[in-house]
């Protein structure tokens, strides 16, 4: 079955700058990359998505890019904001199907 | 549209107990999902369901079961619970025929 490695585990930022949150994806076949915020208490939710016919996506401050032949993709969130400290999810799927999650990485950004 | 309703948010069981998690979702969704989440172990897969009357066993479906008697519900039992079931267990749906997954707020179980 399908595999996604997630680091780093915890990053911490000062305000103002980027964050890169980097994984790996073990089956060849999958085509869905979305990612995941969560915040204290809270359920994950979407925050961005990329298919595997797309090498990059953007959405204001989060960018997502996707290297097929290397199989790994990364979250970008430039000028982080305090708000934006939460559990951040990579996952990968065949489209239509379950996902397989990464084991997360904990931002904290700093004031 | 309320999206996806986890019952109890909280539940203490102790060890040998029965019990079952609620979900509910109010968007017409065909796939729906439960997920375990454990300290360093991300979201890890229990059991899903593509419809009606269909479930499949996931990543970890050891000591749960799953029914899917309509397209609005997917509870999750838990039989004899054990301390290893002690987690944060997130139930998800996905529109037919998109990606998107929408989850619930979550129910946080501690079995003593």
């Known amino acids: 079955g399908e595999n996604v490695e997630q680091h780093p585990s915890t990053l911490s930022v000062q305000e103002g700058d980027s964050a890169v949150i980097k994984c790996t994806y073990s089956?060849?076949?999958?085509?869905?990359f979305p990612w995941y915020k969560q915040e204290l208490g809270k359920g994950p939710q979407l925050i961005i998505d990329i298919r595997s016919n797309v090498g990059e996506k953007k959405d204001q401050r989060i960018a997502v890019t996707l290297n097929k032949t290397a199989k790994h993709f990364s979250l970008h969130i430039t000028e982080t904001q305090p708000e934006d400290s939460a559990v951040y999810f990579c996952?990968?799927?065949?489209?239509?199907?379950?996902?397989?999650f990464g084991k997360g990485t904990m931002l904290l950004v700093s004031p | 549209n309320a999206g996806v309703t986890q019952t109890p948010k909280f539940q203490v069981l102790k060890t040998g107990q029965s019990m079952t998690l609620q979900c509910a979702q109010d968007?017409?969704?065909?796939?729906m999902s439960w997920y375990r989440q454990d300290p360093g172990m991300g979201l890890r897969l229990i059991h899903y369901?593509?419809?009606?009357?269909?479930?499949d066993q996931g990543e970890v479906p050891n000591g749960y079961n799953v029914s899917r008697s309509t397209t609005e519900d997917f509870p999750l039992r838990l039989l004899s619970a054990a301390p290893s079931q002690t987690s944060v267990y997130f139930c998800a749906s996905i529109p037919q025929g998109k990606v998107e997954a929408f989850f619930g707020q979550g129910t946080r179980l501690t079995v003593v």
């Open positions: 089956d060849s076949a999958s085509n869905y």
């Open positions: 996952a990968a799927s065949k489209g239509y199907s379950t996902l397989t």
């Open positions: 369901s593509v419809g009606a009357g269909i479930t």
């Open positions: 968007m017409n969704h065909e796939y």
